[in-house]
């Protein structure tokens, strides 16, 4: 069991809220001046920066994968970093596929200031 306001509590609360589909319980996890590292476009993925930018871009996510859902694998934390391995699955056009990746969160004062996201593949 994790503390609770621990890096890895506040990482899997943020996860929580995320598989929820819950953009309000995602953006009370993140920082004012939060940064979000996408995995598209390849080859190093678009980042964006601070509140209003990052729920624009979790709002574009969730409409255009209105399925998505990410397991964790495995989840660990150093200091103010958290890492996260996992397997995300979506439903398109009736069908369903899965990547697998990492987060690497940076956790400041019990929120996320970064989510930096890479893929396999």
């Known amino acids: 069991m994790t503390q609770p306001g621990s890096v ?71 200091g103010d970093r958290c890492v996260v391995r996992w397997a995300y699955s979506w439903v398109k056009d009736g069908k369903r596929g899965h990547v697998r990746g990492v987060d690497v969160f940076r956790v400041r004062d019990g929120q996320v200031a970064e989510k930096l996201s890479y893929v396999k593949g």
């Open 8 to 78: 890895v509590d506040v990482v899997q609360r943020f996860n929580d809220a995320f598989n929820r589909h819950d953009i309000d319980g995602v953006m009370a996890l993140m920082s004012p001046d939060c940064v979000f590292e996408n995995t598209r476009p390849a080859p190093d993925g678009e980042c964006v920066e601070g509140h209003a930018r990052v729920r624009a871009a979790w709002q574009q996510f969730f409409a255009r994968s209105p399925h998505a859902h990410f397991d964790t694998e495995e989840v660990f934390a150093a």
